[in-house]
């Protein structure tokens, strides 16, 4: 075993990544809520925005693990990396084009580059250092990514909504150049943010390829013409079968919270665009804070308890949303968003346990189950839409992935095959 010191500059450079892809998911909600304006959209049309992101995680990790297997992870990471950058610039033709395919295209070019950096970046981090510490390893990677996440919604969401929303009726008479002014002034909003991080997509590529990563597990093997690139025999390991299952849902349930805040703020709460942005930096920060604290609680705690325990804490924040709505349901999703916070991640690392040399393809399943983000936050979506007097009933739908969660924790992460 390496000294654990060795892992340090690997780690870091790692955990960046968990930073830099949370940015880039966590801009959705605001950019929902802005293509709401630009092209005209209602919640359930603007909701397949997450669709097209998260397509990408279903269709691409198998083709992902595949391409680690027989290059490495540090190539994939690379790849992702370059891909992401590449349809962070596509904002710049698309805002002349002002179409929304334009814009789901260019979203499942940046989910898909950013598909590589999970589907690497997840197995990376359990196997460097201790499988016993595992998953506090990568809970207090994934705080990165919390990080990430704070910065899109508090800061970043601030430079793309510009406070106002018009439509062809309400536009004021005096405005200057009229509607096609007012659509291009939000339409190059858009851009800035994405500039930004396709910059420092290509600035850590650069980093990465002058970079010296170890090898793990299988990785300095290049094996025989017999060894599988992808290994559907993992499937045989119960615990990884519910780990993609608890996967699925948690991913939906927090998505469907997540992308429809800030339209649950404006639309239903009553609340300006800049007031709602800065609810949903605080529900993020929320995040950041649950990533901190669980990842210091589960030196002491078993991370499988601590799962159960928060599951049925949001099964009940949950009901409360259902029922109330207004400001307390939106008091409430601050909580669920502190206790979703070590979710992800201890689900992750506890399916992925004793799988050996099946890792890279029991992680391609992992987070090929994220596809739960591309078809469950459209049902709520759709669930808000249709029923708008009830919408708070919407929030029943997160309130049963939560359920899968919690018997995650109870018993489906048991490793007995």
Not at 52 to 76: H, N, T
Not at 162 to 167: D, F, P, V
Not at 355 to 360: A, D, V
Request: hydrophobic share 50%; charged share 10%.
């Amino acid at each position: 075993m390496k000294n654990n010191n060795s892992y340090k500059l690997p780690l870091a450079l790692v955990f960046s990544l968990f930073f830099l892809w949370a940015i880039s998911s966590n801009l959705l909600p605001t950019m929902i809520r802005q293509l709401m304006k630009t092209c005209e959209l209602n919640t359930f049309e603007a909701s397949f925005t997450e669709t097209a992101y998260w397509l990408a995680y279903f269709i691409f990790p198998i083709p992902i693990a595949m391409f680690m297997k027989r290059y490495s992870y540090k190539a994939g990471i690379i790849f992702g990396l370059v891909l992401a950058a590449a349809g962070g610039l596509l904002f710049f033709p698309a805002a002349m084009l002002k179409e929304y395919w334009a814009y789901l295209c260019i979203f499942f070019v940046i989910a898909t580059g950013m598909c590589f950096l999970e589907t690497a970046a997840n197995p990376y981090v359990t196997a460097l250092g201790d499988a016993a510490t595992a998953p506090q390893r990568l809970n207090l990677a994934q705080s990165f990514n919390g990080l990430g996440a704070f910065i899109a919604a508090m800061f970043l969401s601030k430079l793309i909504l510009s406070g106002t929303h018009y439509t062809r009726e309400t536009l004021p008479a005096d405005y200057p150049g009229g509607w096609e002014a007012y659509i291009q002034f939000e339409t190059d909003a858009m851009k800035t943010p994405y500039l930004a991080l396709a910059v420092l997509l290509l600035v850590i590529a650069g980093i990465f390829i002058f970079s010296r990563l170890p090898k793990i597990g299988d990785e300095g093997q290049r094996g025989t013409s017999k060894e599988k690139l992808i290994d559907f025999s993992v499937w045989k390991r119960s615990h990884l079968r519910w780990g993609v299952i608890a996967q699925f849902f948690y991913n939906g349930g927090q998505t469907a919270i997540n992308s429809l805040f800030l339209v649950y703020c404006c639309s239903y709460a009553g609340i300006s665009e800049s007031e709602a942005t800065t609810y949903f930096g605080l529900y993020m920060l929320a995040f950041l804070l649950g990533r901190w604290i669980g990842t210091g609680l589960m030196i002491r705690f078993r991370p499988q308890d601590m799962l159960l325990v928060y599951a049925l804490v949001n099964i009940l924040l949950c009901a409360v949303v259902a029922v109330c709505g207004g400001w307390i349901g939106l008091y409430a999703m601050l909580g669920i968003s502190f206790f979703m916070s070590i979710m992800y991640p201890t689900q992750f690392s506890l399916a992925l346990k004793d799988l050996g040399s099946q890792t890279k393809s029991g992680s391609a399943f992992l987070v090929m189950s994220i596809v739960g983000n591309a078809c469950l936050p459209q049902f709520t979506a759709y669930l808000m839409h249709v029923n708008e007097q009830m919408y708070h009933l919407a929030y029943v739908v997160p309130m049963v992935c939560f359920l899968f969660c919690a018997y995650y924790g109870w018993r489906g992460y048991k490793v007995l095959d």
